[in-house]
Nanobody, 124 residues
Framework: QVQLVESGGGLVQAGGSLRLSCAASGRTVSSYAMGWFRQAPGKEREFVAA????????SFADSVKGRFTISRDNTKNTVYLQMNKLKPEDTAVYYC?????????????????WGQGTQVTVSS
């Protein structure tokens, strides 16, 4: 089993930055691809970013390209989401996820493990 715990969420003004962290425990996720998703009130969970097991491949939603970056430190069993130039429409609960594959994926059903989420609120 893999447990994922997100941190780093909070309230920020539009144009600001936040860095989310996702710490894995239970077993190493160094051979797992990892992803970030978000869910705003009344909306479906949507893909944000993903990274392959060694970090050589990444994928981003069009809405965050050029503003968000994803990275991982397998020695710390941790994945990061750096969010810059935040907009009010980025407001959501952000979830970290892990999948039984080394390759990136963008669908929620492709991921087997999920964290509890961290709230990100961007004020205008």
């Amino acid at each position: 089993q893999v447990q994922l715990v997100e941190s780093g969420g909070g309230l920020v003004q539009a144009g600001g930055s936040l860095r989310l962290s996702c710490a894995a425990s239970g077993r190493t996720v160094s051979s797992y691809a990892m992803g970030w998703f978000r869910q705003a009130p009344g909306k479906e969970r949507e893909f944000v970013a993903a990274i392959s097991w060694r970090g050589g491949s990444t994928s981003f939603a069009d809405s965050v390209k050029g503003r968000f970056t994803i990275s991982r430190d397998n020695t710390k069993n941790t994945v990061y989401l750096q969010m810059n130039k935040l907009k009010p429409e980025d407001t959501a609960v952000y979830y970290c996820a892990a999948r039984w594959s080394t390759a990136v994926a963008t669908g929620p059903r492709d991921y087997q493990y999920w964290g509890q989420g961290t709230q990100v609120t961007v004020s205008s």
